[in-house]
DNA sequence: TCCAAAAGTTGAACGTGTTCAAAAATGGTG
DNA sequence: CACCATTTTTGAACACGTTCAACTTTTGGA
């Protein structure tokens, strides 16, 4: 007689299950999480942990979906009020690693899951292609409210979330306190990717700029 | 009677369970390399395999050091008759990846091992620090042979070695047959960076290299 | 030559992620 | 209700990397 959908006995078990992995990454950290703790603490068995979940790292893919939610939200809220290239970028680039922080201590294992080809956390791959949009979505947004040259409107966006990885990739090294250097290179980059962006319909920078376009395109195919 | 250092037993022992993990490792892979399948293979004791390499990781830490090696020795002969700096960081960085190729199957989950920041393969860690400073080396070669801007020449080779790491990680994801696009990123970039290097004096340009190099400086602090 | 300390060797044992055949619960059909 | 196919659950079992206490061999000085 419920008007939502209800939610079968089985598609409950498998939110069980999440949620109790999620609270324990959370409060344990990757490797202090195993797959026999999350079904005990969950109350079922280690083989209907893996019913629902086909590995660790798939649960770690709910984790890593809900981050980039999160993500967006938080960038999203802060572009609102940011205005010109490189403050814009400067607030999808600290939103992002905001919305990461929580997991900076497990980051350092997850990446190690997140990268190899294969896996289904890598963020170029396909099981995670959604996720990427989104991510690249976010950067869109940076770009549309600001001023950019027109050959260069369409791919900047792609680019500025690559360095976004690399961004993401120096957090998970930065063992400063509070990943004080990744701020500092967040701060430090952002105005000076506007400048290029700026300067890049100048006569010396434009064709290196064509270049790099042209070369991104050739290595992608 | 030996002239030469006659090996004592135990090192023999630790060689002869080297050669025998780098053989496996080579043919079989990295996942499929087990450490019993070595010391099966070595005649040795599972036990003794760890009495001589405290990890998995740090063996595969030896077949990082041959390939650095063999990268050193090629790239030196490859710079011997190339001049202008495209053409000797093309020459360097295509050597390289020569001889990274033979670990490309299992570089894939190597990478797995390599990048999580207190694992001894980390290219940025200290355990590596001595394998890294060879390749940096090899960037200081490139750079020696080329007319570089002074306020540019000693901040540049560690600036390669690190675009070379991206290299390395775009070959890991290389899926194109004999990873042809990662030789295109390669044969694209170079005379790119050289462009950007010729530049960076031109008034346009040099601010933002120099910003480049105190954001650089300001990060590693 | 002897013996204690050091170096080297061993295989059982632990905890892990993952697999799987079998058992149990569920849902629809006659 | 009775029957059967499907979905869900279970825990034993596997292979793995790693640890460790016990054992054996080698070393070097008295």
Known sequence: MDA?????????????????????????GYAKTTMRGIAADAGVSLGSTYYYYASKDELVLELYRESVTEQQAAATLALADASGLADRLKAALHAGIDALTPYHSFGSALIGSALPPQSPL??????????????????????????????????????????????????????????????????????????LVAFSRLPVVKPLVEEVLALKAKVQS
Not at 4 to 28: G, Y
Not at 155 to 184: A, H, K
Request: without cysteine; aromatic residues 10%; charged residues 25%.
């Open 4 to 28: 939502q959908p209800m939610d079968s006995k089985s598609e409950q078990t498998k939110a069980l299950v999440r949620e109790t992995a999620m609270a324990m990454f959370r409060t344990k």
């Open 122 to 195: 890598n963020p170029f791959g396909e099981p995670s292609r959604e996720v990427r949009e989104s991510a690249v979505g976010i950067f869109s947004e940076v770009v549309e409210g600001a001023k950019v040259p027109a050959f260069l409107r369409a791919q900047l966006p792609e680019l500025l979330w690559l360095g976004y990885m690399g961004v993401v990739l120096f957090w998970v090294y930065d063992r400063s306190e509070g990943q004080r250097r990744t701020r500092t290179l967040i701060d430090g980059a952002a105005p000076l990717i506007a400048k």
